[in-house]
């Protein structure tokens, strides 16, 4: 069965740091492209960062360069988020999600929830 | 604020017809193909139509998907009760170099 599992959110305060875990299964993850989306209460998903199949390459949203660093470890089959510097405004359920063939996110995890507050 | 604009509500009798409509411009949905998703509430969201009009394997032939222009529209025809869900639009973005996403559409099935 294809499937992602993210963990690793939790309560952190203004400034704090957290590291999100992806863990890949039913697929062939070294071939795949890897995205996180966050999601804030009520609003729409809004794209965080994305890694190419081998790691070299990296983008970011505005809103998190500089803060924040997508990884991965293939022979893990693992995706990560490195979260520094977080602010309120970071307060989302944190999803990864595989960019298939089709041009969309055709693999999503369950989610972890990230809360940023004091 | 979200880049693609989407109605916040939409609502239908079982049976009926109905569209839920995105609008973008040139720099996103103009230059891309669409993809729709669809969330129940505590879950992921997930695909429903990609490239525009294609669905994956699962998604029955109630659902379809057009683009024209900088706006894309899914349709959803046989309302059922399960489709009561929320309806997101997403495509790429050349000015913002990443994928963006509408603001959502809650489906109501009266």
């Known amino acids: 069965e294809v499937q992602l599992e993210e963990s690793g959110g939790g309560l952190v305060q203004p400034g704090g740091s957290l590291r999100l875990s992806c863990a890949a299964s039913?697929?062939?993850?070294?071939?795949?492209?890897m995205h996180w989306v966050r999601q804030a209460p009520g609003k729409g998903p809004v794209w965080v960062s994305r890694?190419?199949?081998?790691?070299?390459?990296?983008t970011y949203a505005d809103s998190v360069k500089g803060r924040f660093t997508i990884s991965r470890d293939n022979a893990k089959r693992t995706l990560y988020l490195q979260m520094n510097s977080l602010r309120v405004e970071d307060t989302s359920v944190y999803y990864c999600?595989?960019?298939?063939?089709?041009?969309?996110?055709?693999?999503w995890g369950l989610g972890t929830m990230v809360i940023v507050s004091s | 604020q979200s880049v693609l604009t989407q109605s916040p509500s939409a609502s239908g009798t079982p049976g009926q017809r109905i569209t839920i409509s995105c609008s973008g411009s040139?720099?996103?949905?103009?230059?891309?193909?669409v993809n729709w998703y669809q969330q129940f509430p505590g879950t992921a969201p997930q695909l429903l139509i990609y490239?525009?009009?294609q669905r994956p394997s699962g998604v029955p032939d109630r659902f379809s998907g057009s683009k024209s222009g900088t706006s894309a529209s899914l349709a959803i025809s046989g309302l059922q009760s399960e489709d009561e869900a929320d309806y997101y639009c997403?495509?790429?973005?050349?000015?913002?170099?990443?994928?963006?996403f509408g603001g959502g559409t809650k489906l109501t099935v009266l």
């Open positions: 039913g697929f062939t993850f070294s071939t795949s492209y």
């Open positions: 999600a595989r960019f298939g063939s089709g041009a969309a996110f055709d693999v």
């Open positions: 890694i190419n199949n081998d790691g070299s390459m990296t």
């Open positions: 490239r525009n009009s």
């Open positions: 040139f720099s996103n949905i103009g230059g891309n193909t």
């Open positions: 997403s495509t790429w973005d050349d000015s913002l170099k990443g994928p963006v």
